[in-house]
């Protein structure tokens, strides 16, 4: 990034017999705090697009840069008795559309960056689909396998406390994330309510239903995932019976979407968590997987195949490939070696530009970018924000077909525009929210 800002500051590593102290620069640029690989790699996404479609210099930092962050630190009373500080961190993106939406995300590896990145792809997200939200994305630095349920609970409370001016229904609206569930919402909800005296059902999304969520929510990204790749199948003549597919991340999406997948007909050969990956080339029992997970807590261990690695899992040759995990896991190390015909991102950022790059030279894998093809969780969060606000519930046949509508929707649109640029799938995406949020930007203007 081109330097702006020079920042003094005392060389420390001076000779003992220099008794000057010299003054020099560092240069800096005023969004360095949000520094990260994974912010670096949404912003060469949102460069890459921007030159396609010609946005004007001035309006670029305005368009990828959040427009709000806060950073807090989270202490908590641990059962031992000890106090942690925890830091903790909220990101909202852009607010031109109306309030922010976003996961809570508790996980080692949450930082500022990462959580801004996971923000500016959220609003793409939101508006690929056409949902009246800008981004945003939050979380906070923890294990959560090493806390009991009463230190996640201090925890979420806590978080809650610290951040509750910077969310609402009309403000920013959480949901849950990696490491995030619905009880962790009912307990944000909950916090928030206390403080404004009144039950406000609307604050958080992913509740569980009986307090005011919406039926088909935690199911509803991995179901997004499955119906994209149903359509993806449709569109390049292939027939879901006999086909094979990999799922790397067994959790919420992951489960779901083989599930999903496997009623097509597709055997599900391989899937893996944080402990690593199971194959069975005759097909996985994925009842079993799930019982073993239910029991053990991981895929370690399980005996109803073979184990074997992440790289190993992402390079099998297979038909349909969900990476469901971690960003940044197809790079240019393994693209080239890819063996799927269908690639469904069910993760936020799962291939580096350097791997896309690979990608768009090999025509024999339909990509279904992750802004598309994980959007189902935020559609209906959409959903229940929007039936809590009326305090009036749909059921989940008539949630599902509303979800399925507006998939198709933007599936369509994403193909018709690759189509007709001549560009790629996440091209086309992430072309189609961009210029929509740059479109509401540029209406309502700068202030003052």
């Known amino acids: 990034m081109k330097a702006r800002f020079p920042v003094p500051y005392f060389c420390a590593s001076l000779p003992a017999t220099n008794k000057t102290c010299h003054l020099v620069t560092l240069p800096l640029?005023?969004?360095?705090?949000?520094?990260?690989?994974?912010?670096?790699?949404?912003?060469?996404?949102?460069?890459?697009?921007?030159?396609?479609?010609?946005?004007?210099?001035?309006?670029?930092?305005?368009?990828?840069?959040?427009?709000?962050?806060?950073?807090?630190?989270?202490?908590?009373?641990?059962?031992?008795?000890?106090?942690?500080?925890?830091?903790?961190?909220?990101?909202?993106?852009?607010?031109?559309?109306?309030?922010?939406?976003?996961?809570?995300?508790?996980?080692?590896?949450?930082?500022?960056?990462?959580?801004?990145?996971?923000?500016?792809?959220?609003?793409?997200?939101?508006?690929?689909?056409?949902?009246?939200?800008?981004?945003?994305?939050?979380?906070?630095a923890c294990d959560p396998s090493r806390l009991s349920l009463t230190e996640l609970e201090r925890l979420t409370r806590r978080f809650t406390q610290e951040i509750i001016s910077f969310i609402g229904p009309q403000i920013d609206?959480?949901?849950?994330?990696?490491?995030?569930?619905?009880?962790?919402?009912?307990?944000?909800?909950?916090?928030?309510?206390?403080?404004?005296?009144?039950?406000?059902?609307?604050?958080?999304?992913?509740?569980?239903?009986?307090?005011?969520?919406?039926?088909?929510?935690?199911?509803?990204?991995?179901?997004?995932?499955?119906?994209?790749?149903?359509?993806?199948?449709?569109?390049?003549?292939?027939?879901?019976?006999?086909?094979?597919?990999?799922?790397?991340?067994?959790?919420?999406?992951?489960?779901?979407?083989?599930?999903?997948?496997?009623?097509?007909?597709?055997?599900?050969?391989?899937?893996?968590?944080?402990?690593?990956?199971?194959?069975?080339?005759?097909g996985l029992d994925l009842a079993a997987v799930d019982a073993w997970i239910a029991q053990h807590r991981t895929l370690a261990g399980f005996p109803g195949g073979e184990p074997l690695t992440q790289e190993q899992l992402l390079t099998l040759k297979c038909d349909i490939l969900v990476p469901a995990a971690m960003e940044r896991q197809i790079t240019a190390a393994n693209a080239a070696r890819l063996q799927c015909r269908i690639l469904a991102e069910g993760a936020n950022g799962p291939t580096t530009p350097e791997a896309d790059a690979i990608l768009e030279q090999r025509p024999d894998i339909f990509l279904i970018p992750d802004?598309?093809?994980?959007?189902?969780?935020?559609?209906?969060s959409y959903f229940e924000w929007v039936q809590d606000l009326q305090s009036f519930f749909w059921d989940e046949a008539e949630i599902m077909s509303k979800l399925y509508r507006i998939l198709e929707n933007a599936f369509r649109q994403t193909v018709n525009t690759a189509r007709d640029r001549k560009v790629s799938m996440r091209t086309a995406a992430l072309s189609l929210g961009i210029q929509r949020v740059y479109e509401a930007k540029k209406k309502r203007g700068l202030f003052p």
């Open 29 to 140: 640029h005023p969004m360095d705090i949000y520094r990260h690989p994974t912010f670096d790699m949404a912003c060469a996404q949102f460069d890459r697009v921007a030159d396609l479609l010609s946005i004007e210099a001035n309006d670029r930092d305005r368009l990828k840069y959040p427009k709000r962050a806060l950073t807090v630190a989270v202490p908590v009373r641990m059962d031992d008795g000890r106090v942690e500080v925890f830091s903790g961190f909220r990101v909202q993106h852009h607010l031109s559309l109306g309030p922010t939406k976003g996961g809570m995300r508790y996980h080692p590896e949450v930082a500022l960056g990462e959580v801004a990145a996971l923000a500016m792809w959220m609003s793409w997200k939101c508006a690929l689909t056409g949902l009246p939200y800008g981004g945003a994305k939050g979380g906070v």
């Open 173 to 282: 609206i959480p949901a849950p994330d990696m490491g995030t569930n619905e009880q962790t919402m009912a307990w944000m909800m909950d916090t928030y309510s206390i403080h404004t005296g009144y039950t406000v059902p609307a604050v958080v999304t992913g509740k569980p239903v009986n307090l005011g969520g919406s039926l088909g929510r935690r199911e509803a990204t991995g179901r997004g995932v499955a119906f994209l790749v149903g359509r993806a199948m449709e569109a390049i003549k292939l027939k879901p019976e006999g086909t094979t597919a990999v799922v790397q991340g067994y959790g919420n999406v992951g489960a779901v979407a083989a599930d999903s997948i496997a009623r097509f007909g597709t055997k599900i050969i391989a899937v893996s968590d944080v402990s690593g990956g199971v194959h069975n080339a005759k």
């Open 371 to 380: 802004i598309l093809c994980n959007a189902g969780g935020v559609v209906v």
